[in-house]
C-alpha cells in the first residue's frame, strides 16, 4: 500500500467505530482483529522472505491467538489458504514444509475448541437437506446484511438508524427517513472501493480473497441456518475493507479525493460523538443494569437474565435469585 493511502488507512483504523464499540467490551472482537493482522503481517512476511520454521511457527501461534478470540478468524484462514495456492505458491518444495507446519500447527492448537463448538453448532445443515426452525426471526440471513455489514465497519452502529429502531416491525420506513445520511455515508465508502479496484493486481487480489472468502463461508453458514450473519462474525476483514477505501480514494483526482475524505472522516467523527454522547445509541450496560436491581433492594425477587445469565452473576453483588432463560422455549400466552 503506497504511503499516503497506508497512512489514511492507519487513520481510519484509530478513529473506527466499529472497532471502538467492540474494543471496549468484554468480548473477543478486538483480539480477533489484533490477532488476524498480526496473522496477516506474518504471512506476508513469509512471502516476501520465505518461509521459515520460526516464522511458520508465530504464524500460527498468531492465527490460533485469533481463533480464540473468535472462532470466525477460520474464514480468514481458509481465505489465507486460498490465497497461498492461488496467488503465493512457493517457488520450490521445500518452502510447502514451514507453510503446511503453519496452518497444520494452528489447527492443532485450536482443536479442543472446535471439537467444543461441533457440539453446539448444527453442522449436520452443512449437508443437503432440512434446516431447521430459522435462528432469528424469519430468516437467519438477509442480502441486505452484506451492505449493512459495509456500513457499520466504516461507520459503526451510531450513525443513522439505531440498532433498537432496525429491530422494531417498521425498520424500513426508519432506514428511509435517513436515506439522505445513509447515501452521503456510502459515497466515499462506494468510490473508495470503486477506485481501489482501478488498481489490479497481487496485493488487490490478495486483499479480495481475505474479504470475499469469509464472507461466502458465513452467507452459506447463515442460509444453512448454521450460524446466523452478524458483522462481527466476518470482523476480521475490517482492516482490509479500510486499506481498499484508503487506497482508492487516494486513486481518485486529489480534489476530489481530499473531498471524499473530509466526508469520510467527518462522518466518522458525528459517529464516534454519537457513540459517546447520543443515549440513542447506548449499547447494553450489565453493570448498569445490576446496579439498577440492586438499588431497587427488592430482597427475594427473582431477576430473569436471557442470554448473559453468567455475566450478570459475576458482576452482582447481592443474592438475587437469577433465572437463565437462554435456549428455553417461549413462554404461552
Do not use: C, E, M, Q
Given at each position: 500500500v503506497p504511503g499516503r493511502a497506508a497512512r489514511l488507512a492507519v487513520l481510519l483504523f484509530a478513529l473506527n467505530p466499529f472497532h471502538v464499540w467492540y474494543s471496549q467490551e468484554g468480548r473477543g472482537y478486538a483480539f480477533l482483529i489484533l490477532f488476524s493482522l498480526a496473522a496477516a503481517w506474518l504471512y506476508l512476511d513469509m512471502v516476501r522472505r520465505g518461509p521459515t520454521v520460526g516464522r511458520a511457527i508465530l504464524f500460527a501461534l498468531a492465527g490460533t491467538a485469533a481463533a480464540l478470540g473468535n472462532l470466525s478468524a477460520l474464514f480468514l484462514w481458509a481465505g489465507m489458504g486460498l490465497s497461498l495456492l492461488v496467488l503465493d505458491r512457493p517457488s520450490n518444495r521445500r518452502q510447502w514444509g514451514p507453510w503446511i507446519l503453519g496452518f497444520g500447527?494452528?489447527?492443532?492448537?485450536?482443536?479442543?475448541?472446535?471439537?467444543?463448538?461441533?457440539?453446539?453448532?448444527?453442522?449436520?445443515?452443512?449437508?443437503?437437506?432440512?434446516t431447521g426452525e430459522a435462528l432469528r426471526g424469519a430468516t437467519t440471513f438477509d442480502p441486505l446484511a452484506l451492505p449493512y455489514t459495509v456500513q457499520t465497519f466504516l461507520y459503526g452502529f451510531s450513525l443513522g438508524p439505531s440498532t433498537a429502531e432496525l429491530h422494531g416491525p417498521d425498520r424500513l420506513e426508519v432506514v428511509k427517513a435517513y436515506a439522505l445520511l445513509l447515501g452521503l455515508g456510502a459515497l466515499p465508502v462506494g468510490l473508495g472501493l470503486l477506485g481501489s479496484l482501478g488498481r489490479p493486481g497481487r496485493p488487490l487480489a490478495r486483499l479480495l480473497l481475505w474479504i470475499l472468502v469469509p464472507a461466502v463461508i458465513l452467507?452459506?453458514?447463515?442460509?444453512?441456518?448454521?450460524?446466523?450473519?452478524?458483522?462481527?462474525?466476518?470482523a476480521m476483514a475490517l482492516p482490509w475493507i479500510l486499506i481498499m477505501v484508503a487506497s482508492g480514494l487516494t486513486l481518485w483526482p486529489r480534489r476530489a479525493g481530499f473531498g471524499l475524505t473530509i466526508v469520510l472522516l467527518g462522518l466518522t467523527l458525528w459517529s464516534l460523538g454519537n457513540y459517546y454522547g447520543n443515549g440513542r445509541y447506548a449499547k447494553a450496560d450489565l453493570r448498569g443494569a445490576v446496579a439498577f436491581v440492586e438499588a431497587e433492594d427488592r430482597a427475594g425477587d427473582p431477576v430473569l437474565v436471557p442470554s448473559v445469565t453468567g455475566v450478570y452473576i459475576f458482576y452482582q453483588q447481592g443474592l438475587a435469585r437469577?433465572?437463565?432463560?437462554?435456549?428455553?422455549?417461549?413462554?404461552k400466552t
Open positions: 500447527l494452528a489447527v492443532v492448537l485450536v482443536a479442543p475448541w472446535l471439537l467444543k463448538a461441533s457440539g453446539i453448532w448444527a453442522v449436520d445443515r452443512a449437508l443437503p437437506g432440512g452467507v452459506f453458514l447463515a442460509v444453512r441456518n448454521i450460524k446466523p450473519w452478524n458483522p462481527r462474525y466476518v437469577t433465572i437463565d432463560s437462554y435456549g428455553r422455549p417461549p413462554l
